[in-house]
């Protein structure tokens, strides 16, 4: 039963000791721990501050890299579509200069066709003319050959100019 009712001697040893280990750990254990509290606390703050900072900066560079994405995705799109027209020209010039080198091919082997034609007609006029000389002078050294030929066909000819 002591301990349930406590005389005053106990009473006044257990208030004294209590008194002592507030007043030492209020002298050195409070302050300290206060102040790591004080600065745990500041830090939390800071640190709160700082990642509402950052998600502020984040959601800035998300706009931001969304608008660099529209922006490049519209140049890209614009550099090939002017990569498009830019081919189309080229096929379209490459095709153009083909169909003048063609035409100017076709034209050029139509005078040489024409130009080889001439010159196998003027040879075969020439050797048709060296054929008809060849046959004539035959046809009349035959008919020559007989001397009293000959100068019927010279009176006769004679004859025909003394007339004209």
Avoid: C
């Avoid at 498009?84 to 010039?93: A, D, N, Q, S, V």
């Avoid at 034209?107 to 066709?113: L, P, T």
């Amino acid at each position: 039963m002591e301990l349930i009712s406590p005389g005053i001697g106990l009473i006044f040893w257990m208030t004294l000791s209590f008194g002592l280990v507030l007043i030492i750990l209020r002298r050195f254990a409070w302050k300290p721990i206060l102040s790591t509290i004080r600065e745990r606390e500041l830090y939390i703050a800071s640190s709160i501050r700082e990642s509402k900072r950052i998600q502020r900066e984040l959601a800035e560079l998300d706009s931001t890299k969304e608008k660099l994405l529209l922006q490049a995705k519209d140049k890209a799109e614009e550099v090939i579509h002017h990569a498009k027209k830019e081919g189309e020209e080229i096929i379209r010039k490459a095709q153009q200069q083909a169909r003048e080198e063609a035409t100017k091919i076709i034209d050029a082997a139509k005078n040489s066709i024409n130009a080889e034609r001439k010159a196998a007609e003027r040879e075969i006029r020439q050797q048709i003319v060296n054929l008809t000389v060849d046959m004539a002078k035959q046809l009349l050294e035959e008919e020559f050959s007989d001397e009293n030929r000959k100068n019927q066909y010279v009176e006769r000819l004679l004859e025909g100019i003394q007339l004209n």
